[in-house]
């Protein structure tokens, strides 16, 4: 119940093109869905999060959809560059501790 | 400081031996977290510290494993007796209250245990 599942795996896109990632939860008692990405050799940074009052949440050309019915959420990049070239992971929590980390996907976008 | 420091960067040791790694948060954050990344694989929660309530080591995968924090601020996580599987990314975070939301992690120490 404590799960994350993210997919795909890996993810290849066209320069300007949309980015798409899932993610999937099965504990209802988790309330605050982040986004990290992480460059190599970096920790991974908060892109942006979203609580289950909202069905969507839009920063720059990032956005978040959250179907609280479906228990899954999912991360849009608009306009995908190759600087957003990395590795994006979900995660959830309860309270916004201890966080439950999905298995992360690797963008890469092509010029 | 600006941000969340670990030290060392990268270690190495050799299996059987015990390893210290630190972690500085940034002033002033209440909160700490360890998280463990092995190689392709999503970050799995090791320990927390909330200010001075005891901490909670539900994440910690065995007795050779430990953590502390020093007068809330700097942290130190042991491994005992290190093993193989224990190679993996240790990453800290910090965040400025008790909901976690916004942490800040750190680079992390790579640990490759030979």
């Known amino acids: 119940q404590q799960q994350v599942k993210q997919s795909p795996q890996s993810l290849i896109v066209q320069k300007g093109g949309i980015s798409i990632i899932n993610c999937a939860y099965e504990?209802?008692?988790?309330?605050?869905f982040p986004w990290y990405q992480q460059f190599p050799g970096k920790g991974p940074a908060l892109l942006i999060a979203?609580?289950?009052?909202?069905s969507e949440k839009k920063e720059g050309r990032f956005t978040i959809s959250f179907n609280k019915s479906a228990k899954q959420f999912s991360l849009h990049i608009m306009d995908s560059q190759p600087g957003d070239s990395a590795t994006y992971f979900c995660?959830?929590?309860?309270?916004?501790?201890?966080?439950?980390f999905g298995a992360g996907t690797i963008l890469r976008v092509k010029s | 400081g600006a941000g969340v420091s670990q030290s060392p960067s990268n270690k190495v040791t050799e299996k059987g031996k015990d390893v210290e790694l630190r972690c500085d948060p940034i002033?002033?954050?209440?909160?700490l977290y360890w998280y463990r990344q092995s190689l392709g694989q999503g970050l799995e929660f090791l320990i927390y510290?909330?200010?001075?309530?005891?901490?909670?080591k539900s994440g910690l995968p065995s007795d050779r494993f430990s953590a502390e924090r020093t007068g809330g601020s700097v942290s130190t996580l042991t491994i005992q007796r290190t093993q193989q599987e224990d190679s993996a990314v240790y990453l800290c975070?910090?965040?400025?209250?008790?909901?976690?939301?916004?942490?800040?992690f750190g680079s992390g120490t790579r640990l490759t245990v030979v």
């Open positions: 975070a910090s965040s400025p209250h008790a909901q976690g939301a916004g942490y800040t």
């Open positions: 504990n209802t008692a988790f309330d605050y």
């Open positions: 979203i609580r289950p009052d909202v």
């Open positions: 995660a959830a929590s309860k309270g916004g501790n201890k966080l439950v």
């Open positions: 002033s002033g954050h209440t909160a």
């Open positions: 510290f909330q200010g001075n309530s005891a901490p909670d």
